[in-house]
């Protein structure tokens, strides 16, 4: 019912940045919150932020906080994450997700991107 698709990811070095993108596309009237998540390899996947689709709640995760920025642009079914001083650790793949709620818990979400590989040099 609501296809999302990543795209921003590369390559970069550590203490550059970069703005992933998430562009929603379907039934996305009941969508309620967009959240990120990443997976390194042989890690499970973790919360990174989410963000209220028709609010301006915000959640971070506490090993982002005050380097990434959740945003979004209702008019263009996008959910953004600015990235700055990106570190090795936050090398992973990163995912969209959609939920009826704002949730920091993968399980609730009910929608997935494909992912977009991020990869930070030392």
């Known amino acids: 019912q609501v296809q999302l698709v990543e795209s921003g990811g590369g390559l970069v070095q550590a203490g550059g940045s970069l703005r992933l993108s998430c562009t929603a596309s379907?039934?996305?009237?009941?969508?309620?919150?967009v959240g990120w998540f990443r997976q390194a390899p042989g890690k499970e996947r973790e919360f990174v932020a989410a963000?209220?689709?028709?609010?301006?709640?915000?959640y971070y995760a506490d090993s982002v906080k005050g380097r990434f920025t959740i945003s979004r642009d209702n008019a263009k079914n996008t959910v953004f994450l600015q990235m700055s001083t990106l570190k090795p650790e936050d090398t992973a793949v990163y995912y969209c997700?959609?939920?009826?709620?704002?949730?920091?818990?993968?399980?609730?979400?009910?929608?997935w991107g494909q992912g977009t590989q991020v990869t930070v040099s030392s």
């Open positions: 997700a959609s939920s009826r709620t704002v949730e920091t818990t993968a399980d609730l979400y009910s929608y």
């Open positions: 379907g039934r996305t009237v009941r969508t309620y919150g």
């Open positions: 963000i209220g689709w028709n609010s301006d709640i915000t």
